[in-house]
């Protein structure tokens, strides 16, 4: 099993994790923001566990289409939580399509908000463009 394979079934733990958020205690305030920060609902959670068995079967599959997987899915997310930031909402949920625009803004919450997305788009894009051998 290669290194991108590897990292493919990271990202599928690492995804479902980000689906159950909603569904372990304390894990949400009152309003229902997850650590108080940002809100996800039923469109959110499928998202991830699409993103999570798409990253499993990659990972399982071949490092070819680990390779694809990362490059493909962290360019749709980091396009989405840089989407964030102008919008305050992002496309892979269709929130730009069920919400009203609300502007640039680069508060902490807006940042904190949208790191998810960041960081696991661009380790992944990174790691897919960066390692296109099957080194193990």
């Not at 733990?13 to 949400?28: C, D, E, Q």
């Not at 899915?73 to 939580?81: C, I, M, T």
């Not at 919450?109 to 051998?133: D, I, K, T, Y």
Request: overall charge neutral; charged content about 10%; glycine content about 14%.
């Amino acid at each position: 099993m290669t290194i991108l394979q590897k990292l493919s079934l990271g990202y599928f733990v690492a995804l479902m994790i980000a689906a159950s958020l909603n569904y372990i205690p304390g894990l949400t305030n009152e309003a229902g923001l997850a650590f108080g920060i940002f809100a996800l609902d039923i469109y959110d959670d499928a998202l991830h566990v699409a993103s999570a068995l798409w990253a499993l079967v990659a990972g399982l599959l071949s490092h070819r289409a680990a390779r694809s997987f990362l490059i493909l899915f962290g360019f749709a997310y980091l396009g989405d939580g840089v989407f964030g930031f102008f919008t305050g909402y992002g496309y892979l949920d269709l929130g730009i399509f069920t919400n009203g625009s609300l502007g640039m803004d680069l508060s902490v919450r807006r940042v904190l908000a949208n790191l998810p997305h960041l960081a696991l788009g661009g380790v992944a894009v990174w790691a897919g463009l960066r390692n296109s051998g099957e080194t193990k």
